[in-house]
């Protein structure tokens, strides 16, 4: 893994335009958050995402007492599996709008320095710095648990769980426990 970071930083210092006192990158930010799309993560981050979206099936139909757990489990895991990593991207898509956006405003103006303020360097750094980039923080969890459960209980689930009421109850369980929580936190300590 260090090799691939070294690798990708130095063929980021070729890329990036030069100024008298070297190399100056314009919004390059590498949050924790973004991570995941790197290939080398995938190997914890693919079995861990399973096993907690396991466990939280599991423990849910456990607390429902429901009848056939291993089938219901057998059936719809990794479906559960591919509609979070689907909702967790589609919150690290918001996230990234963030920097884009600012990307479009001119730095020199007052809404272009507010935002790259209290938005993109904080969304990017340590979203509790400011209430905007935590308010931009939560939305986009939001918006990924919104995505689990709907994932989850039109797709996923619809066919192991005949049952609306009860399909319902395993959806929102997993929207709630498997939340991309991890976008809160502070990428600001790993530097």
């Known amino acids: 893994m260090k090799t691939y970071l070294v690798d990708f930083l130095n063929n980021l210092k070729n890329c990036c ?3 008298k006192h070297g190399i100056v990158l314009h919004n390059m930010i590498f949050p924790l958050w973004l991570l995941w799309i790197f290939p080398v993560t995938w190997i914890v981050v693919l079995p861990a995402n399973l096993l907690i979206d396991l ?4 423990l849910t139909m456990r607390c429902l ?3 056939g757990r291993k089938e219901i489990a057998k059936k719809a895991v990794l479906k559960i599996w591919v509609s ?4 967790d991207f589609i919150g690290t898509v918001v996230m990234v709008c963030a920097v884009l956006i600012d990307s479009f405003l001119d730095y020199q103006s007052p809404l272009g320095a507010w935002w790259y303020e209290n938005i993109t360097n904080a969304v990017a750094l340590d979203p509790f710095e400011t209430l905007p980039a935590f308010l931009w ?3 986009c969890i939001l918006i990924s648990g919104i995505c689990i459960y ?5 797709m996923a689930l ?4 005949p049952d609306t009421a009860i399909r319902k109850k395993l959806a929102l369980s997993l929207a709630v426990f ?3 929580y991890l976008f809160l936190l502070p990428t600001a300590w790993f530097f």
């Open 158 to 161: 619809k066919k192991a769980v």
């Open 17 to 19: 335009p030069k100024k």
């Open 55 to 58: 466990l939280v099936l599991s």
């Open 178 to 180: 498997t939340a991309p």
């Open 65 to 67: 007492k429901l009848d």
């Open 150 to 154: 709907q994932l989850n209980f039109r």
């Open 137 to 139: 923080t939560a939305a």
């Open 84 to 87: 979070g990593f689907v909702s």
